[in-house]
């Protein structure tokens, strides 16, 4: 296991390093960064000036030498617009973030997995015909669009959740989290339902196709014979031979909601980094935007190893080394 782990470490800081360059000389193509800064009217004494104090007076590859160096070291740079670090911008954020990430994907396992193993243990029904018509609704709807009716439902003509903000917060060790109160809870339902229905109709998918394999194995059957009761059979023995498939889905699908959550967080005006990530691109924030992909890539590489280890715990034939 020591092993496994070293190799999937060097292949993330390998993964890192590769994103990171492509980002970094992908945004050092895209403009400069002054002329959103700087007034119109500035003369160009004031623009040599801010230019060497960002350090873009300096030649592309010695921008990027720098940025290496200072990037062993911990330092990402000072975001141009908050003049902090870049990572203190990202991490005052990134809490909003994966709150409504593992929201998100905790409703559509909770909801999901019991949906998918209904159609597959009654195919063809009409359960299991409602169900598929209504996971392709989930594929089908944009994301912006769904939010943009859930407001007009439960927050325009029911009025029961609030339709923007993240309501209020109780702090735990340093975190501001919406959870652990009543309205901060009401403020995350909607968005958090709203990014749970594209991971909610693959899950059922998924686990409706698994069951279907499964019910006709020999294990089944022997367990049936065995005088188990169906249900008993489902829950013991077919859900854990399913599972595996569902965990590399889930923990895919995590790391693409708390990237691309931007969609989401725009509408119901989240708080999170997707907002910031946006609005540093706008102003061309070089720092904080590198500073989000380089935190991305290693939350999807964190998410990945958890992953396969998960796969060795639910299925002992499976070895990590």
Not at 205 to 211: A, C, D
Not at 267 to 280: E, H, M, N, Q
Not at 282 to 301: E, G, H, K, Q
Request: hydrophobic content about 55%; aromatic content about 12%.
């Amino acid at each position: 296991m020591t092993r496994f782990l070293l190799h999937r470490l060097s292949q993330s800081i390998l993964v890192i390093l590769v994103v990171s360059t492509l980002i970094f000389f992908g945004v050092f193509l895209i403009g400069d960064p002054t002329t959103l800064l700087i007034p119109p009217e500035a003369n160009q004494a004031t623009v040599n000036e801010v230019k060497r104090s960002l350090g873009l007076d300096l030649p592309m590859h010695q921008q990027y030498l720098r940025f290496l160096a200072n990037a062993i070291q911990g330092d990402l740079g000072r975001s141009y617009v908050f003049r902090v670090s870049a990572l203190v911008v990202i991490f005052e954020r990134l809490p909003a973030t994966l709150e409504l990430a593992f929201s998100a994907m905790f409703i559509a396992v909770v909801i999901g997995v019991p949906l998918g193993m209904l159609a597959g243990c009654y195919p063809d029904s009409w359960v299991d015909r409602t169900l598929m018509i209504g996971s392709t609704f989930g594929f089908s709807v944009p994301t912006f669009w769904a939010g943009l009716l859930f407001i007009l439902l439960f927050s325009v003509n029911l009025g029961w959740l609030p339709a923007s903000g993240r309501g209020d917060t109780v702090s735990v060790y340093g975190v501001h989290l919406s959870l652990l109160t009543l309205d901060g809870l009401t403020h995350l339902l909607l968005p958090a339902f709203n990014l749970a229905v594209f991971p909610l109709a693959f899950i059922i998918r998924l686990t409706r196709s698994g069951m279907r394999e499964a019910i006709g194995l020999d294990f089944v059957r022997f367990a049936l014979a065995q005088g188990n009761t169906r249900w008993q059979v489902i829950r013991i023995y077919v859900l854990k031979f399913i599972s595996i498939p569902i965990v590399t889905l889930v923990g895919m699908y995590l790391g693409v909601l708390i990237a691309f959550a931007v969609v989401t967080e725009s509408v119901y005006s989240w708080p999170g980094t997707g907002k910031l990530i946006i609005d540093s691109i706008n102003v061309l924030d070089r720092p904080v935007i590198i500073a989000y992909i380089m935190v991305t890539v290693l939350v999807f590489s964190i998410i990945n190893l958890i992953v396969d280890i998960l796969y060795s715990v639910l299925d002992p034939r499976i070895r990590t080394e």
